[in-house]
């Protein structure tokens, strides 16, 4: 039994936008399927059945997105028709187009990554999950709530959305992390053969640019330390938190959150990365103690004191927690004078810097903060005593060269 799809056009009578819609041809049955696709009546061949491309036409580039939509839809229906006759059974044209409806739901780019943040926070990928959840929110706000199925993903699209995040001022690095999270996305689709692979991201900046300054001195990690919060217990935590993970090699505050008081035996702290999944062994030094004792005993599985109950609000906590001590910590970076607006990623970036003005090899810093991705670093960190990177962090805290008169001050404010 004969099977067409037509491609048709229906205009507004108030000279507005008309509507193009298909129409399924199955045996003597019929079926309209309408589309969200509009044009003007000057902007449609009716003899063709097909959009028309004007060089003058200031909506030239909302045209050829849809002639390359209608391409793909058409080459779906094709699909389509041809595993439904494979299959060998009787069908419709309500059976195509519940099959291209079913397609259009579940292969569009929201419900897809969709799929794979919730299959990542699953996982305990939390901050992996994060980020592909503000990557699909950066493209949603750019192409509107209206779903879009992986197929009509095109280069056009794509470096329309590179020019849309440039416009709107976000650094190279902020467009390249977008856009590598949505390439990973399609290849990944590509991979499932859930579509063909078109290249829409050959053409836009993928790289890594050089990033501006993230880490501070350690004469500047020393005002922080030795700033006097006692009447700001707000700051006072942040401040806590922020040279906990210093002092924690540079510990990123996800892993911080979700630190068991299980990982904590004999001296050390050993906990695996929620990025990567690496192992890695910490020494228990008494600065870290001292922040603990600090605090009240928290009542959750968790050691430090940021998510206090175990349960579904965990993730809700943590971001809450996060978004309140980097608050914190850019009042405590104004008391200080720096310029650089002060987080808890700082620290990160800061005991890394710390360790290279200390004549640290790269392959110890790459240990110690866990950094396995990187494979130039990757040989030397294969054979690497931990012990070694724990008499790095020694030299750190050294480093900071408190006074005694000055960390006895800091013993009876631990104290008080």
Request: glycine share 4%; proline share 2%.
């Amino acid at each position: 039994m004969t099977t067409t799809i037509k491609v048709r056009f229906r205009p507004s009578r108030q000279g507005k936008e008309g509507e193009i819609y298909y129409q399924l041809y199955h045996g003597t049955k019929t079926k309209v399927m309408r589309t969200h696709y509009r044009v003007f009546t000057d902007e449609w061949n009716a003899k063709s059945q097909t959009v028309v491309i004007n060089k003058l036409n200031p909506r030239r580039n909302h045209i050829l997105t849809l002639r390359e939509r209608i391409q793909t839809d058409m080459a779906l229906f094709k699909k389509i028709i041809h595993n439904l006759d494979t299959d060998n059974i009787s069908f419709t044209c309500r059976d195509i187009a519940d099959e291209f409806e079913k397609y259009t739901s579940e292969y569009s780019l929201t419900n897809y990554m969709e799929n794979i943040i919730s299959k990542l926070h699953q996982n305990g990928k939390i901050r992996t999950s994060e980020t592909y959840r503000a990557a699909l929110n950066s493209f949603i706000k750019y192409y509107g709530h209206k779903s879009i199925r992986l197929d009509n993903i095109t280069r056009e699209l794509i470096e329309g959305y590179e020019g849309w995040l440039r416009h709107h001022g976000l650094t190279l690095n902020t467009i390249s992390f977008y856009m590598r999270i949505l390439r990973a996305t399609y290849n990944r689709a590509v991979e499932e053969n859930i579509i063909d692979n078109k290249s829409p991201f050959k053409h836009v900046y993928t790289g890594i640019d050089k990033t501006t300054k993230r880490a501070v001195h350690i004469s500047s990690i020393r005002k922080i330390y030795t700033l006097d919060l006692h009447h700001f217990p707000r700051l006072d935590f942040a401040r806590d938190m922020f040279l906990m993970s210093f002092f924690l090699r540079g510990m990123s505050f996800v892993d911080m959150a979700f630190l068991r008081k299980t990982d904590l035996r004999n001296g050390y702290l050993s906990y695996r990365r929620r990025k990567t999944g690496q192992l890695l062994h910490i020494k228990w030094t008494d600065e870290m103690q001292r922040i603990l004792n600090k605090y009240p005993k928290n009542e959750s599985c968790y050691l430090l004191p940021l998510i206090r109950r175990e349960g579904a609000g965990e993730i809700y906590a943590y971001r809450n927690m996060s978004y309140n001590i980097n608050r914190c910590l850019k009042e405590i970076a104004s008391m200080t004078g720096m310029e650089l607006p002060l987080t808890m990623y700082v620290a990160r970036h800061s005991w890394a810097s710390a360790a290279k003005t200390n004549g640290i090899p790269i392959s110890v810093i790459s240990e110690g903060m866990g950094h396995d991705s990187e494979s130039t670093t990757r040989i030397y960190l294969a054979s690497l005593d931990t012990s070694v990177v724990d008499r790095a962090n020694s030299v750190i805290l050294k480093s900071l060269k408190i006074g005694s008169s000055q960390n006895q001050a800091m013993h009876t404010f631990v104290k008080s």
